[in-house]
């Protein structure tokens, strides 16, 4: 589903910072993990992978799969699902549908109006485009809506609240405008869409409608579709907004795959769904409502692009929501290709990428599935001249991601102690652009990934993507972050939240996992989720040389095939292990800013600060005392943290000494590292969520909270639970430190 792609870019490229003058990548050395002789004839294979993977092949792909709608449950998507069965089929590769079924609701009524003298009727509609050839399909397409939203009918004046973030009711406060009762109108942006009526329920809010503003993804940004690529007047957002933080896939069967027949949780009953109900439109339907709010002037960051002042409302008029649902299951078709491995069947690479859309999805996810499908043609190929990969190799094609990761999570929950024993990766893509190579995922894999991007060449400058990447890094970020592009051996990858299909394996299962992509130089973003994101917009707007996709495809080929074949697993722990110092130096900052903060304020207050700074005039309310937080017991933190660098520094003397002759057996041990970082029990309040060192936030959705556990008790101001949720957090890094050292031993032939 991958939202705001340049944007989100940008903050990762932060990251990417890395090193110009870094090694020359050539292989005079071997491959990590490789023997000498298998890392000359993986690297031969590798180039004859990445010779194959064609733009016009890609291109046509993705015509063919974007020709119809195919959100889960239509024609077209098991259409979709049989032909790309055929086409795997056709290259040899042993494939078959695994079908799941999960709840989906569709929409039945949809109705927004503003009543009073200037009554108005949103019409919810995206217009045909006589350019845009399959703009047109209404009868297949589904109406904006927001997925998950509950049925509901309420009429009640408005109160706008920005981004409706917990920070956006702040502010309200301090200016006295309370939400309970109203509905608020929410743009789109900065918060992922789920966390808006979320945050507004718990407000007291009673409906929640959410709009795209031209000044976040329309004319401010760029022209308008079809002269450009921007949001036209009345183009809207669909989208989940399931509470996907609690945990994702079918809502009626959390933790368990949803094969037919499964027991399934009352819908009364399901956790996930939204409170209030909501709706998404365009800014051509905002218009009249969001003129119709009365009150303050808001603050110069809430302010829109649209040629109005905008205020927070209340609004003397009364607008009226009313959306109802049809709660039916519907068919979930994950397309799976498997090559058996030749040396290590029981060990999986995997590699995914989702199929389903909200309506002709050429970008979300065409522009993944695509290249994906064309990387399996081309392994295909290489099977016929004789490559057999050591490893297990698995490629899948999701169904049912959009609504809620469906395909995926169901799949994976199935499927989920096989996974735990076998998988030893798994990279995950979703829709693509032009420009620069960007890589999230476990640190464990983050040396791998730097591998295998300086052997892709960049279609447009003809330097590796890697070296791209890490030069362009220098112009942007911390000084911190440039100063680690000239110097850190490795680009730093980011972390993963949540948003596309790697969050089960990550977050639920532990197993090392990544997400992959290009883009930055395309205005991304501005079709997302609407009837207009479809072959004509990819191929007029975006990588419309399809060389980005077909880096892409070589990319995560490449990493399949280098994971897959080698003799030792390489995984690498240094980089993880400094990855993780910088978590627990950040929540233990965290902890005392948080702390000189609240006392500041307290101390503000105490002197009238409030009171001397505002307006008598306007409305504003000072903020209430708080708690002063207490000191907490960081050293179960500080000293895993240490012992896992220590413990990485051994492993890797270990592995640089003996991973030419390694017994096959450490494979297993290093396999059991990952995994160490889960604990069963969960963090606190969503125990699906089990990995301790990555998870989306509880109030961010897409974004990452890494040390979730011990990070979110500090930003909820949840003290009491900050001291035994950093000793869970360092007893799972100590687990796996002490598999590391099992895995050391063992390379030592001790
Ligand atoms: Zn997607």
Known sequence: MRSRRMRKLFACLLILSMNAYAVDPTHSESLRGYT??????????????????????????????????????????????????????????????????????????????????AKFTAKLEEPALAVDPTSGQR??????????????????????????????????????????????????????????????????AVGCIIYSDPKDDGYARGDSYPDGPMRPAEGAQRGSVMDMPVYPGDPQTPGVGAKPGVKLIPLDQVQTITKIPVLPISYADAQPFLKSLEGQTVPENWRGGLPFTYKTGPSKAQAHLAVAFNWDRKPLYDVIATIPGATFPDEWVIRGNH????????????????????????????????????RTVIYCFWDGEEPALLGSTEWAEYHADELKQHAVAYFNSDGNGRGFFHAGGSHSLENFINSVAKDVDDPETKMSVWKRARLAARLHGTPESRAEAKSRPDSRISALGSGSDYTVFIDHLGVPSANLGYGGEDEGGGQYHSVYDDFYYYTHFQDTEFVYERALAQTAGTMMMRMADADVLPYQFTDQADTIHTYVTEVKKL????????????????DGVYKAATDPKKTSVPPPVDVVPPYFNFAPLDQASDDLTAAAADYEKAFTAHAENADPKVNA?????????TDPAGLPNRPWFENMIYAPGFFTGYGVKTLPAVRESIEQKQWTAVDPQISRTAAAIEREVDKLKAATTALNGE
Request: overall charge negative.
């Open 591 to 606: 902890a005392d800013t948080m702390r000189t903060q609240i006392k500041d304020r307290n101390a503000d207050l105490a």
């Open 669 to 677: 041990l290093l396999i059991a590292t990952e995994h160490a970082l």
């Open 139 to 204: 009868d297949e397409q589904l109406p904006t809506y927001n997925a998950y939203s509950r049925d509901g009918d309420v009429t009640a004046p408005l109160v706008y609240v920005n981004y409706g973030a917990p920070s956006d009711y702040e502010q309200l406060d301090a200016m006295g405008v309370s939400v309970k009762g109203a509905i608020v109108i929410a743009r789109y942006g900065e918060t992922w869409r789920g966390i808006k009526p979320k945050v507004a329920a718990e407000h007291g």
């Open 355 to 390: 199929h389903d859309a909200w309506v002709n999805g050429a970008e979300d996810p065409l522009s993944g599935t695509s290249p994906e499908l064309e990387e399996a043609r081309a392994l295909g190929e290489l099977l016929k001249q004789g490559w057999k990969p050591a």
């Open 36 to 117: 000498a002789v298998h890392s000359a004839a993986e690297v031969q294979w590798e180039q004859k992978f990445r010779a194959i993977p064609e733009p016009d092949r890609i291109r046509e792909n993705m015509r063919r799969l974007s020709a119809r709608p195919h959100h889960v449950g239509s024609p077209y998507d098991k259409d979709n699902a049989e032909w790309l069965l055929a086409q795997l089929k056709s290259y040899g590769l042993d494939a078959k549908i695994e079908q799941f079924e999960a709840l989906f609701p569709t929409p039945k009524s949809r109705k927004l109006e503003l009543l009073g003298s």
